[in-house]
Nanobody
Framework: QVQLVESGGGLVQAGGSLILSCAAS????????MGWFRQAPGKERVFLAA????????YYAPSVKGRFTISRDNAGNTVYRQMNSLKPEDTAVYYC???????????????????WGQGTQVTVYS
């Protein structure tokens, strides 16, 4: 079993930046893709970005491409996501998730991930 813990969320002014981290413990996730999702109040959870097992490939949802960057450390067990030019509509709970073994690339659906963090709140004010 994998435990994922997100951190780095908080309150930020529009136009600002945040770096979210996701630390994995328990079973290593270094051989699996990792992804970030978010869920705004009253809305469904949506895919944002994914990084493959080695960190050599990334994939972004069109809504965040160019503003968000996903990466993972050399050990592969911590995933980062830098968010720039934040907008009030980026306000949401952000979740990291570990991809299912043997999944396709890129894994962009929630059901392609089998371990989730508890989420971290990001609030962007204007």
């Amino acid at each position: 079993q994998v435990q994922l813990v997100e951190s780095g969320g908080g309150l930020v002014q529009a136009g600002g930046s945040l770096i979210l981290s996701c630390a994995a413990s328990g079973r290593t996730v270094r051989n699996y893709a990792m992804g970030w999702f978010r869920q705004a109040p009253g809305k469904e959870r949506v895919f944002l970005a994914a990084v493959n097992w080695s960190g050599s490939s990334t994939y972004y949802a069109p809504s965040v491409k160019g503003r968000f960057t996903i990466s993972r450390d050399n050990a592969g067990n911590t995933v980062y996501r830098q968010m720039n030019s934040l907008k009030p509509e980026d306000t949401a709970v952000y979740y990291c998730a570990a991809g299912k073994p043997g999944g396709r690339w890129p894994q962009i659906r929630g059901d392609e991930y089998d371990n989730w963090g508890q989420g971290t709140q990001v609030t962007v004010y204007s």
